[in-house]
């Protein structure tokens, strides 16, 4: 059996840490997100959001449109944030009603307050190896693996789903801990091929129970980011119950990967609130 890789514990331990540096801040964090419609899933998300902010002392703000809104008046709430010296971090709760751009209005956050690491200049910036804001599920999963000394060097790491939110980061992090990265995909033709080679499998294909037990060797990490709904209930892409038979470590869901990527938005916004507050 497996270790079964705790979420809460290590975004508990997470909190901590920002909360005791908060104490030490002059001026009060803060992060606004933007909400456009309505999406129950976003309502849930980003009431974890708030609740964990609140709890380490963030001042969490939320600004709701209604599906409809002129895409302008949204950019120029976000431009009125942008010029706010008391918001340090600003996100837009994703997936945006289908007729908004949403290229276009993550790109007019300013890049020292994109918390969620997605504007063309921080992803730009990071894979040219500067000093750049990342998505925060890639973070949490390297977070995981290191919380369990899990060493990457060397290995073969195999990343299902190319994602700007986890796989694309996911694997140039991975490359600078100089692991062997493949990246699978939809069009992958053989999928299990690849992960049957995977000392470290992560899946983020957002397809539930995708992988099964046959498509991982014996002994491998794998860490799954996938939540869906399935029956009232949510699941991974993994087949949890058989694939934690033969894998090392793994992360269930929910309580894997999610509560550690709320954590990792909490040093997101710190990272944002020191870059402007050592100038």
Request: charged content about 25%.
């Amino acid at each position: 059996m497996s270790v079964i890789i705790d979420g809460k514990e290590i975004s508990a331990k997470i909190q901590e840490e920002v909360k005791a540096e908060i104490k030490s801040c002059m001026i009060r964090p803060s992060v606004a997100v933007i909400q456009v419609g309505d999406n129950a899933a976003s309502d849930t998300y980003i009431a974890n959001k708030e609740k964990v902010c609140s709890a380490v002392g963030i001042y969490f703000r939320l600004y709701k449109f209604e599906d409809g809104t002129p895409e302008l008046s949204i950019i120029n709430k976000i431009k009125e944030l942008n010029n706010d010296e008391y918001v340090n971090g600003i996100m837009i709760q994703l997936p945006l009603p289908e007729q908004y751009n949403e290229k276009r209005l993550l790109n007019t956050i300013s890049n020292g307050k994109d918390v969620d690491g997605l504007t063309d200049i921080n992803v730009g910036r990071f894979i040219n190896g500067k000093k750049s804001l990342i998505p925060c599920t890639a973070l949490a999963v390297m977070r995981i693996l290191e919380e369990h000394n899990i060493e990457l060097e060397g290995k073969n790491v195999v990343i299902v789903g190319r994602s700007k939110l986890v796989g694309h980061p996911l694997a140039n992090l991975m490359l600078n801990k100089n692991a062997t990265v493949t990246v699978c995909h939809h069009h992958t033709a053989d999928l299990a091929l690849h992960t049957k080679l995977a000392d470290v499998l992560v899946v983020a294909a957002g397809s539930p129970g995708l992988i099964k037990a046959d498509m991982v060797k014996d002994d491998a990490v794998v860490i799954d980011v996938g939540i869906n709904r399935v029956d009232s209930k949510l699941v991974g892409d993994v087949d949890f119950d058989a694939v934690s038979k033969k894998a090392s470590y793994i992360t269930p869901v929910p309580g894997g990967v999610g509560p550690v990527t709320v954590a990792m938005l909490l040093q997101n916004i710190l990272v944002c609130y020191n870059a402007k507050n050592s100038k």
